[in-house]
């Protein structure tokens, strides 16, 4: 199996110490259930490779994974940095008490209104993205009277082997200044203009969700072949090379990710191994894991409902939620492994598919999953939902959003509400017409 939970006796699912069953009778269902341990396991094998290796570095959390005041409290505790691509973003990380200069700021079209909160709240660090946001940085920057360090994403063509969808570094991209056609130094020779903004280094990210490490690489390299040519023709030297995030997890048997400390092994021996090359001195290396810090550490729990078998050719087995709290099957086609939670230790017996509640024939969760006898009222736990799970809940068809639980050591917290039928209405206004004739 692909998780790190266990059974109790009872031949119960536990994740952080709590029994699953309990916590659905507790705080209902569809649930999010997240094993606070594990994130701090995953944080500190990314932060301790990193003090081994003797690098100084910053493990900056990509909070789009999953947002919420109790998780950026934990990452704090764990003295991780910030990823934020929003408003929101930000301000959940500034009512978290997030630290304000471990704060970075990413983002393709970021508002005025999103770099004036950055720069009114000194924020560490703005990824910038394109020569519009130079423009209104600058802009901002001099009504303020105030500095900036900032990186420049850059699309260094490295083509990674994952999903097109999340595919970010090649050159045909949304993001950044793209290295093969010139774009990145104009920009880099515009910045060398403006005495507000001070730019400390390059950033790139190469893609999500991926095993090897050759891609890593290779844009280390690509980076250091243009800081080489800049030391050259600017006397410019980095002080941090972001190499993003998108180091892969396990969701189900056919995933092969390595341990997460291998990832930074591979940056920290490519980044040297440049250093020396070029005649540089090492810089800070900032990496962004979001999905590999939460994505295993959770659950989604449901209840199973309507049960619909069609002879020879398949069983539906209906749940709670759905693509309302799990949109990555219907957008990326992404697999999931599951266990029938209140019989996690029961031999499989049959062959089923996990449809979810919407009205969307694309609402399956999991297609010919071998279970138990699945029986009306059971307890369906998905693996590996704890990241772009909550984080990317809709409210299709009027489904209020799921609460979210955090257990940790045998106790458990509700963190994030569950969202009422008043909440659904709160921000709708009746329309005040009279009748037309």
């Known amino acids: 199996m692909s998780h790190p939970f266990h059974t109790n006796e009872q031949g119960h699912l536990v994740v952080g110490g709590v029994d699953t069953i309990d916590l659905t009778k507790k705080y209902g269902t569809p649930l999010f259930v997240y094993d606070v341990s594990l994130i701090r396991k995953n944080a500190r094998a990314f932060v301790n490779t990193f003090k081994k290796a003797g690098v100084r570095a910053q493990v900056a959390y990509a909070s789009k994974a999953f947002s ?13 940095s910030l990823d934020v691509v929003s408003q929101g973003e930000l301000y959940t990380a500034l009512q978290a008490g997030f630290p304000v200069d ?17 720069v009114q709240h000194n924020i560490g660090c703005i990824v910038l993205d394109n020569f519009y946001e130079i423009e209104l940085l600058s802009e901002i920057l001099e009504k303020h009277d105030k500095t900036m360090d900032v990186l420049l994403r850059v699309t260094p063509g490295i083509e990674a082997h994952t999903h097109d969808y999340i595919l970010t570094g090649n050159e045909d991209s949304k993001f950044g200044f793209d290295l093969a056609n010139g774009q990145a130094e104009q920009a880099f020779e515009m910045l060398q203009e403006i005495d507000s903004i001070h730019v400390i280094g390059l950033h790139c990210h190469i893609g999500s969700q991926i095993f090897e490490t050759d891609g890593f690489v290779m844009a280390v390299r690509r980076l250091f072949e243009t800081l080489g040519e800049w030391k ?15 180091f892969g997890i396990r969701y189900t048997a056919e995933d092969e990710p390595l341990p997460l400390g291998g990832y930074v092994d591979a940056l920290v021996e490519e980044v040297q191994k440049q250093v020396e090359l070029y005649g540089m001195e090492f810089p800070e290396i900032w990496i962004e894991p979001g999905r590999a810090i939460v994505g295993n550490t959770a659950v989604t729990l449901y209840r199973t409902g309507s049960i619909k078998d069609i002879p020879g050719v398949r069983k539906y087995v209906s749940v709670d939620g759905g693509m309302t709290d799990n949109l990555r099957p219907a957008l990326y086609q992404a697999k999931y492994d599951a266990v029938i939670a209140n019989k996690a230790d029961a031999a499989l017996t049959e062959k089923v598919s996990i449809a ?22 059971d307890i369906l736990a998905v693996f590996s939902t704890g990241a772009y799970g909550y984080s990317m809940s809709n409210h299709y068809n009027r489904f209020p959003k799921a609460a979210v639980v955090f257990a940790e050591q045998g106790e458990d917290q509700l963190v994030i509400q569950r969202e009422s039928y008043e909440d659904l209405t709160r921000n709708d206004l009746p329309y005040d017409i009279k009748e037309r004739v």
């Open 68 to 80: 919420s005041i109790a998780m950026l409290q934990v990452a704090k505790q764990e003295n991780l």
């Open 102 to 118: 471990r704060i970075h700021l990413h983002g393709n079209n970021k508002s005025f209104e999103e770099l004036s909160m950055a």
């Open 356 to 377: 979810g509640k919407c009205c969307e024939s694309g609402d399956m969760l999991i297609w010919d999953m071998e279970v138990p006898e699945v029986e009306y009222g």
């Open 232 to 246: 050259q023709a600017y006397g410019y030297r980095s002080q941090v090379l972001n190499l993003g995030g998108g």
